[in-house]
């Protein structure tokens, strides 16, 4: 089973920047999609953001034109890249591929 490890997060200002990563475990990683998800308090976590194979990208409107997804094969990792973020971005966020899920990773966004 593959393994997924998140690093990045942490509290930012609204207007701030983050960045989260993801690195997968396993062979063949570029032939996969990978996804990230975020669950705010007492919601439902919803997929915001997806890579695929041929470098595909999908965003949900409230993120779109403010975060990135990117992949860099070579490292088995795939990031997240948050820009202009908002009080209501502030989540545990997940990566998720291939039924694996990572840790999660929290971000606060708070004056």
């Known amino acids: 089973q593959v393994q997924l490890v998140q690093s990045g997060g942490g509290l930012v200002q609204p207007g701030g920047s983050l960045r989260l990563s993801c690195a997968s475990s396993g062979i063949m990683f570029s032939i996969y999609a990978m996804y990230w998800y975020r669950q705010a308090p007492g919601k439902q976590r919803e997929l915001i953001v997806s890579?695929?194979?041929?470098?595909?990208?999908s965003y949900v409107d409230s993120v779109k034109g403010r975060f990135t997804i990117s992949r860099d094969n070579a490292k088995n990792t795939v990031y997240l890249q948050m820009t202009s973020l908002k009080p209501e971005d502030t989540a545990v966020y997940y990566c998720?591929?291939?039924?694996?899920w990572g840790q999660g990773t929290q971000v606060t966004v708070s004056s």
């Open positions: 998720q591929s291939r039924g694996s």
């Open positions: 890579i695929f194979n041929d470098g595909r990208t």
